[in-house]
């Protein structure tokens, strides 16, 4: 063991720090192609990077958006409220909606939407409904009273709901303290000038139908009892336990059961439907006067795809290359961006935009990293040696065997000293193993490349709304400018060598025709989001005529859009 | 002259001329390495060649890794390169015969060590001993002795159980032994004649 030990150490230290110079040679070999010998750079530091980050940070923010609906929906009928309210008013519709009353007197007595914060809110809802059904007296202003300080099992939702009751009365003491009947000034009081004038009718019934401290309370009552309907669907069954034949609440209810389904399936449903929107579904469906007018939208895109590539010449000569260069070409990934004005007339759609595109190009095979020409001495056996046989090409040196080719069927051999080949259907191989490089051995090189465009994407669409959703069928026409290429392309005279990609070889202008169908969703009336699976292929040829071989490009991908209402 | 860190960046930028300083720092050493496993200058250039494209083309990896030193880095990148050209080669040769497994504890030597430091064999010749080694034996003996690797790594790395990895270090170790014996005892006739 210690004689182990020591030989260990007699060759690890000897050994320890062994170096020879290498030649001159060598490093011209390694340094040949320096363009091909590029880092290949980690996958999240490219633009596909770039594009995979946007979309996680794009779908991120869409669940973050319906998100905050949810609780928004979930948490706070108050809100809600305000929210109907607001979106009532801003779309002028002709919905008479007592919540606005509600809405009203919480904007007055301020202290209202403070106190409902959320750890209460379910127990109020709860008791809510327990008063609404145990409602026996016929004032309303009882069954306010209960509300508020019967019936509350919770003491802080009892105190809450105390403090709200207390604001509400310190602002209108003649109604709360006194149970007097109102006249018109305490109740333009209440509503303030928020009291909109499609609520008047609803007021004036209630005036005439009961006497004016009725009608008063009703305009506290009503909220409460809204809130009840809201929570659960038995409007009916509440109503019924309710004695007094109120005509108010009556016509409440039926005025709310359209309000009352869109709170209960915004319950059941809130991330597919948020109820703020709810209103605005009819307006799609209805076709608004701007939409039959004609609409703008200003839009935000950015998608993905894979590309295949096909390559033909014109010239027999270049076949071989040709078929060698598309047996290296693999499917490539690509990516774009870009922004679209977009108008659409009734379903027509039309679109027109800029977009930058990056167009991966992939080749893979075994390859020699360096031009064979370059090699200053090939020499086999002290003589120089080179051949073509079938298209493939050949090297030999005294050291080392190269060679270009891919599609192998051609059998090259030593024998005796002297070189010779003959035709087979099997992989190249050589006898001499030591001296020469089998093309076998060599390792599969993969080489990226980018060939990147500005676009002017021009597209006609015809569009199928489905309320919230829909769908359009779109045919785009895009015409390009080549602005820059990166990586390395095959050497039509020497390939299938490698040389870095001149952009004297990509055509200035480029041509491409495709079909799309982008599926949208309204977020809100003047917000969509969209993808756009599409099929794309190019019309005009990559390369000029110069470079012997073309190239036309299939792409398969999908744009991601916001749209935005101007 | 760059410090290794910035050597490393500007590499990472694809720059032509840090890529050759890089080249010119390490490549005799990687050379060395090379030459300790193919045992041919010819075939170990070409093995270093395509080691060091391998470096420039994943210099980004290295410091994902994080794994020591950039030599010992690039010296794993070089070993691996030359096993994988061996084992293209079809070269990785195991002699397992255990018949032929010297006893090695029962060649106790006299003169062996004891005065080996007047006679202790020059690093070219210390290598060239190691590149007369059966291949099995070299590659098991250079993985183990010099890149420190264990048996259970070596395994992995060639594709052989741990008993054939150890018993080929003995074989090799043996064969060393001898081979220093040898150059030792003409060595001392050599000097006796001088």
Known sequence: MEDNNKIDELFSKGIEGFSVTPSNDLKKKVFASPSVIKPIKPWYFGANGLLIAGSVIFISAILVYFGINYNYNSKNTVIYNNTIKNFNDSKNTNIINPFNKQVTQNKNTKDLNVNLNSENEASKITNKKEMAGQASHDDKTSIERDFVQGNIGDASASNTLTQIQENIDNKTPNVSNSKQPADNNSLTGLNTSNITNREKPFVEKTQNSDSEHNAKFTRHAVPIAIGIVSASPNVKEMAGQARHDDIVELQCHTELVSESAIILMNSLFPTILPQQYAEYMKLISEKPAHYKKGIWYIEANSGMFITNYKVTTNNNEFTSAKNAKQVMLKTSFGCEMGINAVYQQKRFVFKAGLSYSNNGEKLTGKMFLSNPYNSTLINYNGGYYETIINGNYYDIDSASYFHYTYTQTDHIYVNDSVLAWNTQNRPVDVLDTVNITKYDTVPKTVLYNNIRYVQIPLSVGYAFPFGRFGCTILATVTPGYFVKVNGSQMSVTNYPAIEPYSKNTIKKFALSAGIGVEFNYHLNETLIIGVEPYFRKSILGMYNKDYKLNQNANNYGFRLSVKKLF | ?194
């Open chain 2, 1 to 194: 002259m760059l410090s290794e860190e910035l050597l490393i960046e500007q590499c990472r930028k694809g720059k032509q001329a840090a890529q050759e300083e890089l080249y010119n720092r390490f490549a005799a050493a990687m050379l060395g390495v090379c030459i300790r496993y193919c045992g041919n200058h010819t075939e170990a250039e070409d093995v270093m060649q395509e080691g060091f494209i391998k470096v420039f083309r994943n210099i980004y990896e290295f410091k994902a890794r994080n794994e020591g030193s950039f030599a010992t880095w690039i010296k794993i990148i070089m070993v691996n390169t030359a096993l994988n050209f061996l084992r293209d080669k079809k070269r990785f040769s195991f002699i397992e015969d255990i018949e032929n497994v010297p006893i090695y504890e029962q060649e106790k030597t006299d003169l062996f060590f004891e005065e080996s430091e007047k006679y202790i064999p020059s690093r070219n010749e210390l290598v060239e001993m190691v590149n007369e080694l059966p291949e099995g034996y070299k590659l098991v003996f250079n993985l183990h002795v010099i890149e420190k690797y264990g048996h259970k790594e070596i395994s992995k790395m060639l594709g052989i159980t741990e008993g054939t990895s150890k018993s080929q270090l003995s074989k090799a170790r043996f064969v060393l032994q001898k081979k220093v014996k040898e150059w030792e005892n003409c060595k001392k006739k050599m000097m006796l004649a001088v």
